[in-house]
């Protein structure tokens, strides 16, 4: 069962918004190596749960992002326009990390999906 396995946080100043998530949860921040302005949260290792990320906020981003682990992105694309969600921006590469798109259900929530696969470019 594809479960969810990141959270991005978008943030107008990521300087701003790491200092407050370490301050409060005493989450760290390491800068991603990939192409974008993107730093890796780790939110800690003794409960469970998961890791996500913090970046610029794109236009019309709102709210906290969650991604789910799916084992094909083009098959579970194409479940979610047959029940009634969209595909916001379709499958594009996360350079050796996999294949991503963002989605909205059907009631406007916003979520992504990916397909982990370190071949992608």
């Known amino acids: 069962m594809p479960r969810i396995s990141h959270f991005d946080i978008p943030a107008d100043d990521p300087q701003r918004a790491q200092k407050f998530y370490k301050q409060v949860f005493n989450w760290k921040f390491e800068k991603w190596d990939g192409s974008m302005d993107y730093w890796m949260a780790t939110t800690g290792t003794e409960e469970p749960g998961i890791n996500g990320g913090l970046s610029k906020r794109m236009l ?12 094909s992105i083009d098959k579970y694309s194409k479940k979610i326009s047959e029940k ?8 594009m590469p996360i350079l050796k990390v996999g294949w991503f798109a963002q989605c909205m259900d059907t009631e406007g929530n916003m979520f992504g999906i990916i397909e982990m696969d370190e071949t992608a470019e």
């Open 60 to 71: 019309g981003q709102i709210g906290i992002t969650n991604t789910i682990n799916v084992p």
């Open 84 to 91: 009634g969600g969209q595909i916001i921006i379709p499958k």
